[in-house]
């Protein structure tokens, strides 16, 4: 199983973190993936340099988006929004963080309902997407988390991994 995490300007480090150790534990290959090769700083400080590029990279089979500060207006780029035309329908699953169903709505992949992190009920309520008190929500292939130890749950839960993993990351 190949999973990529989808590196933004301002994402969540904790979230892009807990899902590289989740990945690990299931075995699976793990990368970074983002629009340019430069290094982007997390919300908390933190620089990550991407392993791969939109252009460069292999395929994936699971798509995590961090949440992080610039959701909407990454959604609305076109770069983004042809990357994900690109590679949607090879994706097994997608997982939105904290507040990735922003990028996801306004990347025209989500609608209806959605689970995000209680501080992104603001956001969400300028939007049509309803928010769900469920820690995810899934709409087909896609799962949208409150995120942090949500995203991770849900992640582990999707792949029927569960007890070990959840023991070793504290779950």
């Known amino acids: 199983m190949r999973l990529g995490i989808l590196l933004t300007p301002g994402f969540l480090e904790a979230e892009a973190a807990l899902v590289m150790e989740a990945a690990r534990l299931l075995g699976w290959e793990r990368f970074t993936i983002a629009r340019g090769r430069t290094a982007l700083e997390g919300s908390a400080g933190a620089v990550w340099t991407p392993k791969y590029t939109f252009a460069a990279r292999p395929g994936l089979d699971v798509l995590v988006i961090p949440g992080g500060s610039q959701m909407r207006k990454l959604g609305r780029d076109d770069a983004y929004q042809d990357w994900l035309e690109e590679v949607w329908e090879s994706l097994r699953a997608v997982f939105a963080g904290a507040n990735g169903a922003l990028f996801l709505l306004e990347a025209g992949r989500l609608s209806g309902s959605a ?35 949500e995203l991770v749950q849900a992640l582990l839960d999707w792949a029927g991994f569960a007890q070990e993993a959840r023991a070793h990351l504290g779950l």
Do not use: D, I, M, S
Not at 120 to 135: M, N, Q
């Open 115 to 149: 689970a995000a992190h209680p501080v992104a009920a603001e956001a969400l309520a300028g939007t049509p997407l309803k928010r769900v008190e469920e820690g995810w929500h899934w709409q087909g292939k896609l799962c949208t988390t409150q995120g942090y130890l």
